[in-house]
């Protein structure tokens, strides 16, 4: 059960980026599960993937060919992860490159692979391979809805966001997708994203653009507190928009891309958690008046985790006890209870660090009703504040994963 608005929007086409989708049979037959990305020559990539130490032979062979050149194709399959397949999965994702690289005349390390599904099960390359043609012959412009759909696993809806800007006579568009309902706390969310932009920017301030995106966006997200084996995002600039390069992170060009960008992986992940696994509550996790935004987003995480607070909010039932319970299970070193607020939307819950006077179980139970709810937390300790965003835990999301491996 999707939380919100999850519609798809017009899907602007980037220059210099083509797509196509297929059915590889990797997993389910007739279902689209192989997505492949063309970027034209010139274009600058940047990309980030997960922290877990565990991580598929997929994310190691990208971080491997990112050293080595500058990507031409992507290659993305759904329904298997390659993850925890020792020597094999790395053979059988360099293989995936290589088929690639052979059909396009391209260099092998100019293939980054992508892979999401279940963990511990050989990737059937072969089924992969003999896809490929079918995915290069519909390669399009206009295919970035269908690559939503084409890249999903236990998602319910196809996810979007796309913007055109335009500034100082440029016109420039940032367009992107993502995918992820479960196994979901990034660390750089089992999560994949793509977002390119015509636009042309040198290398140095596309990663920086990325970084400072994800960490707003993608890293401050969560469904369940598990990282993936596989998380990874990918930002492309092909430099198609006709626009002077974008060389520093000032200027005019520059703040407006920054703008779009930052919007456009706000709305990626925000939709990541409105589908989150049996989701049925968005949940804002606000946390204000800390020493630093690292302790402030301990604070918002410990509250996001919790499964007490996460089926409270399921059930409707205004236990504040177990929000105050997770602030506490934070860390912080000196906590001064007595100065800790903590609200529910504009319903003041705790004040000095205990039952706010005015409050009343009625007043908490109507915003606990509500399908997208705020939790702001004052700490009373500093400046800071951070914003984490997170879901309710359902009966569904068991039954999700319970059956999902059958």
């Known amino acids: 059960m999707a939380v919100g608005n999850l519609d798809m929007p017009v899907m602007y086409p980037v220059k210099g980026v083509r797509i196509g989708i297929t059915e590889a049979a990797i997993r389910y037959k007739n279902r689209r599960d192989l997505t492949v990305f063309e970027i034209a020559p010139g274009a600058m990539v940047s990309a980030v993937f997960t ?17 080595k050149a500058t990507p031409r194709y992507l290659v993305i ?7 925890g397949t020792g020597a094999v999965g790395m053979e059988n994702a360099v293989a995936s490159c290589r088929a690639l690289a052979g059909l396009t005349n391209v260099a092998i390390e100019q293939v980054l692979p992508f892979s999401t599904g279940v963990i511990g099960e050989h990737l059937p390359v072969d089924r992969l391979a003999a896809a490929l043609p079918a995915a290069l012959a519909k390669l399009d412009e206009n295919a970035w809805a269908d690559a939503a759909s084409g890249i999903m696993t236990t998602d319910t809806r196809p996810k979007g966001a796309s913007e055109r800007v335009s500034v100082g006579g440029h016109t420039f568009t940032v367009t992107g ?3 992820g309902a479960g196994m979901i706390r990034p660390n750089m969310a089992t999560m994949l994203g793509y977002v390119a932009t015509d636009a042309a920017v040198a290398q140095p301030v596309l990663d920086a653009l990325l970084h400072s995106a994800v960490n707003q966006s993608f890293n401050r997200i969560t469904i369940d507190g598990d990282t993936s084996t596989n998380d990874s995002c990918v930002l492309i600039a092909s430099g198609a928009a006709g626009n002077p390069v974008i060389a520093s992170a000032s200027g005019e060009l520059f703040t407006a891309l920054q703008g779009a960008v930052h919007r456009v992986f706000a709305r990626l992940a925000q939709l ?21 935004t690292e302790e402030c987003c301990d604070v918002a995480y410990s509250i996001a985790h919790s499964p ?27 906590l001064d209870v007595s100065r800790v607020r903590v609200s529910l939307n504009d319903v003041c819950i705790v004040d000095n660090g205990g039952r ?3 409050y009343t179980e009625e007043q908490g139970a109507a915003v606990m009703k509500q399908e997208e709810i705020t939790i ?7 400046t800071a504040s951070d914003t984490v965003y997170t879901c309710d835990f359902s009966y569904d999301y068991v039954k999700i994963n319970a059956d999902y491996r059958s």
């Open 77 to 83: 399959n759904t329904g298997n992860a390659n993850a």
């Open 177 to 179: 997708i993502s995918k």
């Open 51 to 67: 922290r877990n130490s565990y991580c598929a032979a997929p994310v190691l062979l990208c971080r491997d060919h990112l050293g």
């Open 376 to 382: 702001r937390v004052c700490l009373g300790r500093g």
């Open 308 to 334: 007490l607070v996460k089926t409270a909010f399921f059930a409707s039932d205004p236990n504040w006890g177990r929000i105050v319970a997770a602030i506490g299970n934070a860390g912080l070193e000196a």
């Open 356 to 358: 706010a006077p005015a």
């Open 272 to 292: 990541i958690v409105r589908d989150g696994e049996g989701a049925t509550k968005f949940m804002t996790v606000r946390v204000e008046e800390g020493a630093d």
